[in-house]
């Protein structure tokens, strides 16, 4: 009797707390549970627009042996080690050199490169478009100034995918740099002046000091980065259309493409669900590895 009693005092003190999670928590189920749990059992039927039929892991197997995937996996790779580390190098020094400057540098940087993260992917992408254009592009004149032959940039698999990186890592640059700036402004300046008076170079204290201190912040761009590049879709759409000859096709386009031109949707769902171990397991890859040393 004494131990209900203190069940039941436990559960009232703590049952306010779960009233607050409850809209939370229904949301997450109904959004994000529910979903996945459907999405992993409709991977494992062929489903047509009239029809479905179970077919155990039929639709992995099949995606093993389909060579479209495996080029759309392997460009998804290269978009993710292409962009990751640019965004990460770039996105830090910019940091570096405005942190310490006036409010209006920094608020000025702060909305120039995140002025792509809000704008719209479609006008954005038909700018690219433009730039790219092998015979009216800018690109290709600024090329041509130097004595540099112009290019097809979309339209040869040789640097289509390297075109795409480019755009891709001008979209990803805006909220990397605002916390990056906000992160080491947050940095002491006590600490940079013990380091000035032991005479450390101003690459040694960028190196043993903010670097150090900034790790939580980079540990979350790497991660957030990753997943976004894996998510790539609405560039390859508007500039590539996955080409030529699937070199530019990552596993988010393949996966529109399969559901909604040739209505396998269980196939693709099955891709979707690859796509979603794979991201998880390398964002638990990177907290594991990166998180070990990260200084507070």
Same mark, same amino acid.
Not at 181 to 207: F, H, K, L, M, V
Not at 250 to 259: H, R, S
């Given at each position: 009797?004494?131990?209900?009693?203190?069940?039941?005092?436990?559960?009232?003190?703590?049952?306010?707390?779960?009233?607050?999670? !409850?809209? @939370?928590?229904?949301?997450? =189920? +109904?959004?994000?549970?529910?979903?996945?749990?459907? $999405? /992993?059992?409709?991977?494992l039927y062929k489903v047509r627009l009239q029809s479905r039929s179970f077919i155990g892991f039929?639709?992995?197997?099949?995606?093993?042996?389909?060579?479209?995937?495996?080029?759309?996996?392997?460009?998804?790779?290269?978009?993710?080690?292409?962009?990751?580390?640019?965004?990460?190098?770039?996105?830090?020094?910019?940091?570096?050199?405005?942190?310490?400057?006036?409010?209006?540098?920094?608020?000025?940087?702060?909305?120039?490169?995140?002025?792509?993260?809000?704008?719209?992917?479609?006008?954005?992408?038909?700018?690219?478009?433009?730039?790219?254009?092998?015979?009216?592009?800018?690109?290709?004149?600024? !090329?041509? @100034?130097?004595?540099?032959? =112009? +290019?097809?940039?979309?339209?040869?698999?040789?640097? $289509? /995918?390297?075109?795409?990186?480019?755009?891709?890592?001008?979209?990803?640059?805006?909220?990397?740099?605002?916390?990056?700036?906000?992160?080491?402004?947050?940095?002491?300046?006590?600490?940079?002046?013990?380091?000035?008076?032991?005479?450390?170079?101003?690459?040694?204290?960028?190196?043993?000091?903010?670097?150090?201190?900034?790790?939580?912040?980079?540990?979350?761009?790497?991660?957030?980065?990753?997943?976004?590049?894996?998510?790539?879709?609405?560039?390859?759409?508007?500039?590539?259309?996955?080409?030529?000859?699937?070199?530019?096709?990552?596993?988010?386009?393949?996966?529109?493409?399969?559901?909604?031109?040739?209505?396998?949707?269980?196939?693709?769902?099955?891709?979707?669900?690859?796509?979603?171990?794979?991201?998880?397991?390398?964002?638990?890859?990177?907290y594991r590895y990166l998180s070990s040393d990260i200084e507070y």
């Amino acid at each position: 009797m004494q131990t209900t009693n203190k069940l039941f005092i436990k559960i009232k003190k703590t049952m306010p707390g779960y009233l607050f999670l !409850l809209p @939370a928590l229904i949301f997450f =189920g +109904v959004f994000v549970v529910y979903p996945m749990i459907n $999405a /992993l059992i409709l991977s494992l039927y062929k489903v047509r627009l009239q029809s479905r039929s179970f077919i155990g892991f039929g639709n992995y197997t099949a995606l093993l042996k389909d060579e479209n995937f495996l080029k759309s996996l392997y460009n998804t790779v290269l978009l993710v080690l292409g962009n990751v580390p640019l965004v990460l190098i770039f996105s830090f020094f910019i940091s570096i050199i405005v942190y310490n400057k006036s409010e209006f540098i920094r608020s000025f940087t702060r909305a120039a490169f995140y002025l792509p993260a809000v704008s719209s992917v479609v006008s954005i992408g038909m700018v690219w478009k433009w730039i790219f254009n092998p015979i009216h592009g800018i690109l290709n004149y600024v !090329l041509g @100034a130097f004595g540099i032959e =112009g +290019v097809n940039w979309l339209g040869d698999k040789r640097y $289509a /995918l390297p075109a795409l990186i480019i755009v891709l890592f001008t979209l990803s640059l805006g909220q990397p740099i605002i916390l990056y700036i906000a992160s080491i402004g947050n940095i002491p300046a006590t600490y940079a002046e013990a380091a000035e008076i032991d005479g450390a170079s101003r690459w040694a204290q960028i190196w043993k000091i903010i670097w150090p201190l900034v790790k939580p912040t980079t540990l979350y761009i790497i991660v957030i980065t990753t997943i976004n590049s894996f998510q790539t879709f609405a560039i390859v759409q508007l500039l590539t259309g996955g080409g030529p000859f699937y070199s530019t096709s990552t596993i988010v386009f393949q996966l529109y493409k399969t559901a909604f031109e040739f209505g396998e949707f269980g196939l693709a769902t099955a891709m979707g669900v690859i796509l979603a171990v794979i991201v998880v397991i390398i964002s638990v890859v990177q907290y594991r590895y990166l998180s070990s040393d990260i200084e507070y």
